[in-house]
């Protein structure tokens, strides 16, 4: 199995910056596309950002110019710095990982269990 977790979450003023992390540990034959989505209470999941094994990357419209996603393929993590951030951005924060597990020929998705990001206004 595969596991992720993530760290950084909080509470910020309003144009204020905020750094999440997730590490993906456990039985990890490879890691495709890794990504964070965030959920406001009442609506749907959505997606932040996702980036590739490569480094390609994609980000929702909401972000562009304001968050930036990375990863470090050595370390299985995958980070999102946000800066510029608005109250419209609080959410709880999910790390999602396209993994294929040590002896299984699938990918198979995962999720972490979630960072509360709060911004202030």
């Known amino acids: 199995q595969v596991h992720l977790v993530e760290s950084g979450g909080g509470l910020v003023q309003a144009g204020g910056s905020l750094r999440l992390s997730c590490a993906a540990s456990?039985?990890?034959?490879?890691?495709?596309?890794m990504g964070w989505y965030r959920q406001a209470p009442g609506k749907q999941r959505d997606l932040v950002a996702v980036?590739?094994?490569?480094?390609?990357?994609n980000y929702a419209g909401s972000v562009k110019g304001r968050f930036t996603i990375s990863r470090d393929n050595a370390k299985n993590a995958v980070y999102l710095q946000m800066n510029s951030l608005k109250p419209e951005d609080t959410a709880v924060y999910y790390c999602n990982a396209e993994a294929v597990p040590l002896g299984f020929m699938r990918v198979y998705a995962y999720w972490g269990q979630g960072t509360q990001v709060t911004v202030s206004s």
């Open positions: 456990g039985s990890i034959f490879r890691l495709n596309d």
């Open positions: 980036i590739s094994s490569g480094g390609s990357t």
